[in-house]
């Protein structure tokens, strides 16, 4: 039975995409959000409910990720590397919260099933009810989305994934056009086919994610008016749609706006999650710039989605 080493950080959420790539290239093979949950400084003499916090002094530091490692002769050296190059993020600006660094051999049976333990059918919105393949749930009038996420591209637990589905069920009509950058697991993408778009394109830079949104395409049966393309954010797309949506992180869609602004029909709309509240500010400045006015906003705890649309 192969062994392999599961690594665990606490950090916060703002940081775990760059976390999560710096696992990716030491060799992880899977990375799951194992948890979330509030953390607060049990030394402080303030007496605060977490409902009466101030904005600036909400916790964030409120996820941990679960990477996989092989175990190998250099496994050692390896999570030392790992851990100084995790530590050296605070140089470039990103807080990484604790980033308490810890792990456990496992063997391969309990790697390839301890994470599906945190992913259960799960109704979002009025519409839809997300159900891993190997989990049976009562759908009644909802639709389900059927995923195999493949341990590392969503699962629809997460807020900023929920927040998106919320948007894109409350501004979708049918006969719309529909662009997903960054699919992941195809979760949006398949939802934008159950609310009857028109056509899909689904995008993300990641092989593995292509190819998972692929296989969750086939599994829901609704393949006929979805692409699926490896691609850089917008680049080379040369086609007008109706919604453009991204659930990624602000600082990618700083950059993704000013892409989507000639490719939004006007009247369409710009739906983003993934933003951490501090860099909302800048996110709305943005899309004001580009043309969009703000339509919708979503907020849990720390995170913020927008529903933004085109008026010029």
């Known amino acids: 039975m192969s062994q392999w080493m599961e690594v665990k950080i606490q950090t916060r959420y703002e940081s775990a995409d760059a976390i999560g790539d710096i696992f990716y290239r030491n060799g992880a093979d899977g990375l799951v959000f194992e948890e979330l949950e509030i953390t607060l400084d049990k030394d402080s003499t ?3 409910d977490y409902s009466d916090l101030p904005i600036s002094e909400k916790p964030v530091e409120c996820v941990s990720l679960v990477a ?21 993020l ?14 456990k051999p496992v063997d391969e049976a309990d790697w390839q099933n301890n994470w599906k333990e945190y992913f259960k059918p ?16 009562q759908s009644g009038t909802r639709k389900v989305i059927t995923l195999d996420p493949g341990m590392a591209f969503g699962t629809g637990s997460h807020t900023t994934t929920q927040q998106a589905l919320i948007l894109l069920e409350k501004y979708m009509s049918d006969d719309m056009s529909v662009i997903d950058v960054g699919c992941g697991s195809g979760i949006l ?11 899909i394109l689904a995008l993300d830079n990641d092989e593995q994610a292509v190819a998972m949104t692929k296989s969750n395409i086939l599994h829901n049966k609704i393949h006929d008016n979805i692409t699926i393309l490896e691609n850089n954010l917008l680049e080379g797309i040369d086609f007008t749609t109706d919604i453009i949506i991204a659930n990624i992180t602000a600082p990618i869609l700083l950059n993704l706006i000013p892409q989507s602004t000639p490719l939004t029909k006007f009247g369409g709309y ?6 951490i509240e501090e860099y909302e500010y800048e996110i709305q400045e943005m899309l004001l710039d580009n ?3 703000i339509m919708d906003r979503l ?8 529903a933004a649309r085109k008026v010029r």
């Open 46 to 48: 303030v007496q605060w």
């Open 68 to 88: 996989y490692l092989p175990i190998d002769d250099n496994i050692f050296e390896k999570l030392e590397d790992i851990r100084v190059t995790i530590e050296n």
């Open 90 to 103: 605070r140089d470039y600006g990103i807080n990484i919260g604790t980033g308490e660094l810890s792990y």
């Open 122 to 137: 799960l109704k979002i919105g009025d519409s839809f009810l997300i159900r891993p393949i190997w989990e049976e749930a």
């Open 189 to 199: 993408a398949i939802a934008a086919a159950y609310l009857g778009a028109e056509s």
């Open 270 to 275: 710009f739906i983003c999650a993934g933003i």
């Open 291 to 293: 043309g969009f006015k």
């Open 299 to 306: 907020q849990e705890k720390d995170w913020v989605a927008i």
